[in-house]
């Protein structure tokens, strides 16, 4: 068996790597710490804080200090909490929930910080009324006309929201007797209705700031919750964006909060930081320069890899120039591949970083790259099944080149070609395979989480073992007894629908029907929308997929939007089961930008000159390897990107790697030598 003998050599070097960080520590001296892929990065992490825990543990109890581990992912935090260990001195968490720890008990001026944003969102709603020439015909009317409009609507939300989905005609015929006072303002039906959200917005972060202004109860803090990705300002939630906005400007302009966070969390370690967001390096950079004025102890350790930077959003390599003066620690091991895929990967990321294995029987893997036609790729995967006796226990992990392949191969096509074909993803269509496809539940869209909340309800509450403290919040149950519990639990359990339509409407008869106050509380937070229930689910996703819809286009939208919620409800739980990882077949499909993070003994990616909607992408990468400099210089930011997302995808594979070029490969076949040897023929 091959990757089972640890050099004795690479081993003590590791070891000295791992003593280097462990100075630096010690010397409050931060850090830098970069490794390629498979090289262990979350071990060495771990060891970091175990090393703090041993070391500097008894000091930090008598302080009452903690130490600060900062994750990626929900998944990743539960994997360095188990590899560590029960510890009271670590705090584990994403991002955004530390960040959240952090500032949450400074209301007083988080309240100030939200009420400029509120004004800020106001000042740009009312610019949008005065530019925007859809709302031309409000900008005719006079002030008393508008101050009318404004009334009246005003007035009239719960019809509005009601009537949402009705079609023109049937909608003026609702509206058009109370509007004859308002020249051309139903002329055109869709931009009467953006104008009246417009009017409805502004109003409500109004009404915001005087109940924040007479500090009425509800309105004396800002919350915020992982579950949700969307701003309700009005309601004082945040989302994760505008929480590290939130963030680093109260950091930033309050020096007493700075050494509070330095004096309570002396100890940062920051794991994958190339795909952690500027504002957190930010804060990070200004807490150190405070601990320099005040000479107080504190360290920032930086644990990642620039070359497997594939979001948007992502410092990436830029660190230093954020947070300087860092101290470079490279680890040139890998612990995962064997040595053929090692060779490969080194060759992609043409770095500093040269890894070799830390294995004396590293040998035994096996890389291929073949150029063929679509027509052959059934074939091609069927050829390898065979190879490598692929079962259940032994799966094939099969890389493809578009999102919608995935949705495909994976049982939920229906789904993706709803959302690919929506207004807002055919302006934003780099954004569909994070916010659709992500397992990562941060990185969702609003409706994608929307729906994920439905199905991990349904599901939960299917699931018999499952702790009631997982399917309810506290405050709902608190006040129940045993009896009482069981009830509203059964009641529950009759939402029931085999379409995501009939779903939802059973949810929402419980919600209208039900006389327990805590029925509405607990669908509340899952629908999470305004107007619910006169707002329907149709409205909502009319609004945030069709943004700006003309009126001709209203009849189709609403055609697609009940065809989607019509999908039967097995599609929908095969896409949750993709977001889960908890594929059930022998082959398993994946986004390139879906593996990061994973290891597989056995895998397949499909190449092509095209990658989402550029048509040239790794055509154009292989042609600048070619041409050498000139080219890479002139496309430099997207050869990165697209060396980044090949290093990705090459390097999950443990032992068995092919790759299948789906285009013509002659004018570029020098290049793929280069990196592969030898490019053969399928």
């Not at 709603?125 to 005719?140: E, M, Q």
């Not at 107080?296 to 990436?316: E, K, R, S, T």
């Not at 060779?343 to 893997?365: F, L, P």
């Not at 099969?398 to 993803?425: D, P, Q, R, W």
Request: proline share 1%; aromatic share 12%.
């Amino acid at each position: 068996m091959n990757l089972s003998i640890i050099s004795s050599e690479k081993k003590q070097e590791e070891i000295d790597i791992q003593q280097e960080i462990f100075n630096s520590i010690d010397k409050n001296e931060n850090i830098i710490f970069s490794s390629g892929a498979g090289s262990g990065k979350t071990y060495s992490l771990v060891e970091s804080l175990k090393h703090i825990i041993n070391t500097h543990g008894l000091r930090l109890k008598v302080h009452n200090q903690k130490i600060v581990c900062i994750t990626y992912t929900n998944v990743a935090v539960e994997e360095v909490k188990n590899r560590l260990g029960n510890s009271e001195l670590v705090l584990v968490s994403t991002i955004h929930e530390r960040i959240w720890e952090l500032i949450k008990d400074y209301q007083k001026e988080l309240v100030k910080i939200h009420q400029y944003k509120l004004n800020e969102e106001i000042s740009i709603l009312n610019n949008k009324l005065d530019t925007d020439s859809k709302f031309a015909a409000y900008r005719n009317l006079n002030n008393e006309q508008k101050s009318g409009l404004f009334d009246l609507m005003i007035s009239q939300t719960e019809l509005f929201y009601k009537s949402q989905d009705e079609n023109a005609s049937k909608f003026r015929e609702i509206f058009g007797t109370q509007l004859r006072d308002f020249p051309n303002i139903l002329k055109n039906y869709s931009d009467f209705k953006d104008l009246i959200k417009i009017i409805y917005k502004i109003n409500n972060y109004a009404a915001c700031l005087r109940s924040i202004d007479v500090k009425e109860e509800g309105y004396l803090k800002v919350k915020y919750n992982a579950s949700y990705n969307s701003d309700r300002l009005h309601w004082m939630r945040i989302s994760h964006d505008t929480l590290l906005e939130y963030g680093i400007k109260i950091i930033k302009n309050h020096n007493v909060l700075q050494q509070i966070i330095i004096d309570q969390h002396p100890y940062f370690l920051i794991d994958e930081y190339q795909d952690t967001e500027k504002k957190v390096v930010e804060i990070m950079s200004i807490l150190t320069e405070r601990s320099e004025e005040i000479k107080h102890p504190f360290f920032v350790g930086y644990f990642g890899d620039p070359a497997q930077n594939i979001y948007d959003g992502g410092i990436g390599k830029n660190v230093n120039k954020v947070h300087p003066n860092l101290k470079t620690i490279i680890k040139p091991f890998n612990r995962r591949s064997t040595e053929e895929v090692v060779t490969i990967i080194n060759t992609i990321r043409n770095d500093e970083i040269k890894q070799s294995s830390i294995y004396d029987d590293s040998k035994g893997g096996s890389v291929k790259f073949y150029s063929g036609q679509n027509d052959r790729v059934g074939a091609f995967i069927e050829e390898h099944k065979s190879e490598w006796n692929i079962s259940l226990r032994n799966k094939l992990h099969c890389f493809v080149l578009t999102n919608k392949s995935v949705a495909e191969y994976s049982g939920f096509s229906n789904i993706y070609a709803f959302f690919a074909n929506t207004k807002k993803y055919k302006v934003a269509y780099q954004q569909l395979n994070t916010e659709l496809l992500s397992d990562n539940q941060v990185r969702l869209g609003e409706i994608p989480l929307f729906i994920f909340r439905i199905l991990e309800f349904k599901s939960k509450l299917s699931n018999t073992y499952t702790p009631v403290q997982e399917v309810l919040k506290e405050y709902i149950y608190s006040d129940m007894n045993i009896g009482l519990l069981r009830v509203f639990i059964s009641s529950l359990q009759n939402i029931k629908g085999n379409t995501l339509h009939e779903l939802l409407d059973s949810i929402t008869d419980i919600y209208t029907s039900a006389k327990n106050i805590k029925h509405k509380e607990l669908i509340n937070q899952l629908f999470d929308f305004e107007g619910f229930p006169d707002k329907s689910v149709k409205s909502y996703l009319s609004e945030v997929l069709y943004p700006n819809l003309k009126e001709e286009d209203t009849s189709s939208t609403a055609k697609a939007i009940e065809d989607f919620l019509n999908i039967n409800l097995n599609e929908f739980e095969l896409w949750y089961k993709y977001i889960l990882r908890e594929n059930e077949t022998d082959v398993v499909y994946h986004t390139y930008h879906g593996t990061k993070g994973l290891e597989f003994d056995n895998v397949i990616i499909l190449m092509g000159n095209a990658f989402g909607r550029n048509g040239m992408y790794f055509k154009n990468f292989f042609m600048a390897i070619q041409n050498a400099s000139e080219a890479k210089n002139e496309y430099y930011e997207e050869f990165e990107q697209t060396k980044n997302l090949l290093y990705v995808a090459c390097s999950r594979a443990i032992k068995n790697l092919r790759i299948l070029y789906l285009d013509d490969v002659t004018d570029f076949k020098d290049a793929l030598s280069q990196i592969f040897i030898d490019v053969k023929s399928y």
